[in-house]
């Protein structure tokens, strides 16, 4: 993507990328590529298909989330199982954990939005009513905003802590405006955030200083109604040298 002249173009290399990694042996040889090691593997980790994970960096663990509504807790240095917890009863769709706030987040196609502590604990449970599929922080405004199949939703801060002394977060939904169907990626970059889904929709919105009691402080900046021929499932933000966003 980029910001050019109210609308978002294909990176060209992108587009290089593409028809390479279609080839028959789905090998992605590129000259440029940065080379790396594998340091750990972990050959069977559970029954059930691993369908989201995230990085602890505080106890330096791997949490995977599964289908069946479980996460595990792994040492990150050498793969070994620490914790299995099961809250969720549908598959776990995203983690993310908030590392200023010391907090996992994890969301799951059962329309819960759940808060654990750093003893793997839920501590608390926003019922959303609607699948939720990704997650991210929007830390200048203390924002979680979500994507679900009723669209871009948002969670404030509520202000208020829990016995544990973490952040509780108001369980009263904002709806923010842009997409018509089902956001499945979201990513924060700066005061922007650029969100894909299945209406084949990329949604660019821009924090915004002002907004009335109760209004969520984001605006639309660019909109891109065709960005692909299906659903955007998944996306990144980087930068040139030149300072140009894609």
Same mark, same amino acid.
């Given at each position: 993507?980029?910001h050019?002249?109210n609308q978002?173009?294909?990176h #060209?290399?992108?587009?290089t990328l593409?028809?390479r990694?279609t080839? #028959?042996?789905l090998?992605? +040889?590129t #000259?440029?590529?940065?080379?790396?090691e594998?340091?750990l593997r972990?050959?069977s980790?559970?029954?059930?298909?691993?369908?989201?994970?995230?990085y602890q960096p505080v106890r330096?663990e791997?949490i995977t989330?599964h289908?069946?509504?479980?996460?595990?807790?792994?040492?990150?240095?050498?793969?070994k199982? @620490?914790?299995?917890v099961?809250?969720?009863k549908?598959?776990i769709?995203?983690?993310y $954990?908030?590392?200023e706030g010391?907090?996992?987040?994890?969301?799951s196609?059962?329309?819960?939005?759940?808060?654990?502590s750093?003893?793997n604990?839920p501590?608390?449970?926003i019922?959303?009513?609607e #699948?939720?599929?990704?997650?991210?922080?929007l830390s200048?405004?203390?924002?979680?905003l979500?994507?679900?199949?009723?669209?871009?939703?948002a969670?404030?801060?509520?202000?208020k802590?829990a @016995?544990n002394?973490l952040?509780?977060l108001?369980h009263?939904?904002?709806?923010?405006p842009g997409?018509?169907g089902?956001?499945?990626?979201l990513?924060?970059?700066?005061?922007?955030? $650029?969100?894909?889904? $299945?209406?084949k929709?990329l949604?660019?919105?821009?924090?915004?200083?002002?907004?009335?009691?109760g209004?969520?402080p984001?605006?639309?900046?660019r909109?891109?109604?065709? @960005?692909h021929?299906a659903g955007?499932? +998944?996306l990144?933000?980087?930068?040139?040298?030149?300072?140009?966003?894609?």
């Amino acid at each position: 993507m980029q910001h050019q002249a109210n609308q978002m173009t294909v990176h #060209p290399k992108v587009k290089t990328l593409r028809r390479r990694v279609t080839t #028959p042996d789905l090998r992605l +040889c590129t #000259p440029d590529r940065v080379k790396m090691e594998r340091r750990l593997r972990v050959g069977s980790t559970h029954t059930a298909a691993v369908s989201a994970l995230t990085y602890q960096p505080v106890r330096r663990e791997l949490i995977t989330g599964h289908e069946d509504g479980s996460l595990k807790f792994w040492e990150g240095d050498t793969g070994k199982h @620490a914790e299995t917890v099961q809250h969720h009863k549908g598959w776990i769709s995203d983690l993310y $954990y908030w590392h200023e706030g010391k907090i996992l987040f994890s969301c799951s196609v059962d329309g819960q939005v759940v808060l654990w502590s750093s003893s793997n604990q839920p501590y608390d449970i926003i019922q959303v009513g609607e #699948p939720v599929f990704c997650l991210a922080w929007l830390s200048r405004k203390s924002l979680l905003l979500f994507g679900s199949g009723k669209g871009l939703g948002a969670l404030r801060k509520s202000g208020k802590l829990a @016995a544990n002394g973490l952040s509780l977060l108001s369980h009263r939904v904002a709806w923010v405006p842009g997409h018509t169907g089902i956001v499945r990626c979201l990513n924060i970059a700066g005061n922007k955030i $650029y969100s894909g889904g $299945y209406d084949k929709k990329l949604v660019v919105q821009e924090v915004v200083s002002l907004s009335g009691d109760g209004e969520i402080p984001l605006k639309i900046v660019r909109e891109r109604d065709a @960005a692909h021929d299906a659903g955007v499932t +998944c996306l990144t933000v980087a930068k040139d040298t030149d300072g140009s966003s894609w």
